[in-house]
Structure formats: C-alpha cells, structure tokens
T-cell receptor, first 111, second 113 residues
Framework: KNEVEQSPQNLTAQEGEFITINCSYS?????LHWLQQHPGGGIVSLFM???GKKKHGRLIATINIQEKHSSLHITASHPRDSAVYIC?????????????FGKGMKLTVNP | NAGVTQTPKFQVLKTGQSMTLQCAQD?????MSWYRQDPGMGLRLIHY???????DQGEVPNGYNVSRSTTEDFPLRLLSAAPSQTSVYFC????????????FGPGTRLTVT
C-alpha cells in the first residue's frame, strides 16, 4: 500500500519567509498533486507534476521521481497563504484515476 | 461554468436514517469521485466513476452506494446512517483532456447523532 507522508505536520511562519513543505511516498507513481484547503474548507488544485518543476506566481513545486519525494515552496509568504497543503499521488498500477492522499500540512503565516 | 456543486452544505441525521448527497459537474469530466475527510486523516476515497454507467469501490465503501446515470451527476447514498459516518464529504471530478487536474466541490458537513 502506498503511504504518503507529509512534513512538517504544522508550520508557523512570519510574513515574508520562504517556506518548504515536503511530501514523500513509497511506491511508483504516475503523477503527484499539490492541493490547498482554505480555512473555510474549500479545496483547490495547485499543481500536478509527473517530473521536474512547475511555478505559478510565488509557488514552486518540484518532484524527484527516483527519490520518491516532492516539495512545495512558497516564496515571500503572506498571511493569505495560511491553509492546509495536501499532497496526493496517483499510483502507476491500474488505469483509473484513484489518488492516495497525505494527511496535509497546516501552515499559519503571521503578519 | 459552475464547476462542481454539492448539496446540501450541512446535514444532521439520526442513526438509521437514509439520505442522498448530491454532486454535479458541468465540465463534461469523465472521472468523478467521493471522498470523506476526518480529523487527523487524509482524504479517503469512498467510491469513484470513470464514466456514465461505470462505478467502483474505493478505500472505504461500506455503508454507501453510488450510481452514475449521466456524465454530470454522481449522487452518494447513505443507506442507514451511523455515527461513524459523521464527516465532511467532498465530491471531485477530473478529465484526461485536462491532464487529470482535480476539481473539488465545496463539501458537505454531515453529523449523525
């Protein structure tokens, strides 16, 4: 069974800090998703990666397939970045779009 | 586009009652899924569908039924509610033509007393 581990579980930062959130998984995958869950509960997709690196605004996501590891970086963090960040992976076995989710990392950015 | 919609937003049931959580999407996505989210745990897959008429079980299917008669709708039925089904339920959809980017509904908070 694929285990998806996220670290740290909680993080408190000051506005402007550079933040890194980590995700590791145990079996081969075809894609990895980074999701953001706002305090109100809504979940939005940030990135989907199968290799390399993607950037959107102040967010950068990287993945190392050989090391089974991905990182989400937030540059110049802002209080509006406060949310739970969730990593999810799609295993290479099977043809369906089933995802396995990490427990999420709660980020609080203080002004 | 409205995206993925879910109703109701909140629901309180008594043990043994049945109900249907509604989910609809207007993006013509072939994949739809139901998840539950519990404190301290990741999202867990209940049931999913790869197209109209095709459904399959996820990680935690017991006590739930689904059907997919149209591309747009994917209702989740609780047959006989139990306190263990108290949770937040999310519906999601995705499409191979959009590289499987996940679109989530706003969630339904269900309490079973």
């Amino acid at each position: 069974k694929n285990e998806v581990e996220q670290s740290p579980q909680n993080l408190t930062a000051q506005e402007g800090e550079f933040i890194t959130i980590n995700c590791s998984y145990s079996v081969g995958i075809s894609a990895l998703h980074w999701l953001q869950q706002h305090p109100g509960g809504g979940i939005v997709s940030l990135f989907m990666l199968s290799s390399g690196k993607k950037k959107h605004g102040r967010l950068i996501a990287t993945i190392n397939i050989q090391e089974k590891h991905s990182s989400l970086h937030i540059t110049a963090s802002h209080p509006r970045d406060s949310a739970v960040y969730i990593c999810a992976v799609k295993e290479t076995q099977g043809g369906s779009e089933k995802l396995v989710f990490g427990k999420g990392m709660k980020l609080t950015v203080n002004p | 586009n409205a995206g993925v919609t879910q109703t109701p937003k909140f629901q309180v049931l008594k043990t043994g009652q049945s109900m249907t959580l509604q989910c609809a999407q207007d993006m013509n996505h072939e994949y739809m899924s139901w998840y539950r989210q519990d404190p301290g745990m990741g999202l867990r897959l209940i049931h999913y569908s790869v197209g109209a008429g095709i459904t399959d079980q996820g990680e935690v299917p017991n006590g739930y039924n689904v059907s997919r008669s149209t591309t747009e709708d994917f209702p989740l039925r609780l047959l006989s509610a139990a306190p263990s089904q108290t949770s937040v339920y999310f519906c999601a959809s995705s499409s191979s033509s959009r590289t499987y980017e996940q679109y989530f509904g706003p969630g339904t908070r269900l309490t079973v007393t």
